[in-house]
């Protein structure tokens, strides 16, 4: 064999294992980066369902504050009947339920991963006042918008109605009898749970 061909067929050689080289190296990176990512996925649902699973005591006959302080202390929340603004209203209100009902939870479903930056919980929950002991059964969709690993905005549905909001004359109205049940309830009611 002639010296060009010696060389041209180790070139050839060259050429191929820098080539598998490169495939081995770029296989190999994409895996570390896809595990990485299903590794964080994973820790990100599972510090969202431990926030969760502390958020759903409140509506479980068991306001704490552990519960409390998952929320950012000017967090907002919303059902039909309230809205609270700051974490000192939204502590009275939960404190309040005890004094009315009796109340837990009889299933839930927590869904970590709803939205980018909003986990929800699927509760049926029954409560029975302490008036008239009617059992009442509610099924109801609570959303958590989380900034900063805590819970920056509540909104609860109820038969995943969405809530009037402001914009109209009855918005507008509705919102402000909503606003006035907060405050009268937060001048009514600790701030600091039931023992």
Same mark, same amino acid.
């Given at each position: 064999r002639s010296p060009n061909h010696i060389k041209n067929n180790m070139q050839a050689v060259l050429r191929t294992t820098t080539l598998n080289t490169q495939k081995f190296n770029h296989r190999s990176w994409n895996a570390r980066i896809a595990g990485s990512r299903n590794f964080a996925t994973e820790s990100d649902k599972q510090w969202k369902t /431990?926030? &969760?699973? $502390?958020?759903?005591?409140?509506?479980?006959?068991?306001?704490?504050?552990?519960?409390?302080?998952? =929320?950012?202390? $000017? &967090?907002? =929340?919303? /059902?039909?009947?309230?809205?609270?603004?700051?974490?000192?209203?939204?502590?009275? &209100? =939960?404190? &309040?339920?005890?004094?009315?009902? $009796?109340?837990?939870?009889?299933?839930?479903?927590?869904?970590? /991963?709803h939205a980018p930056d909003t986990i929800m919980i699927a509760m049926k929950t029954k409560y029975v006042p302490k008036v008239y002991k009617k059992e009442i059964i509610m099924d109801s969709n609570l959303y958590l918008t989380i900034k900063d690993e805590k819970v920056s905005y509540m909104e609860e549905k109820w038969n995943?109605?969405?809530i009037t909001k402001e914009g109209s004359l009855w918005g507008n109205l509705l919102q402000a009898i909503r606003r006035g049940n907060a405050k009268l309830v937060h001048q009514l009611i600790s701030e600091e749970p039931p023992k």
């Open positions: /431990d926030l &969760a699973e $502390d958020v759903k005591e409140i509506y479980n006959g068991n306001p704490n504050e552990q519960a409390y302080s998952r =929320f950012h202390e $000017d &967090a907002t =929340f919303q /059902d039909p009947p309230t809205k609270c603004v700051g974490l000192g209203e939204i502590k009275s &209100a =939960f404190n &309040a339920l005890p004094k009315i009902f $009796d109340y837990k939870l009889l299933s839930y479903t927590i869904t970590p /991963d995943d109605e969405e």
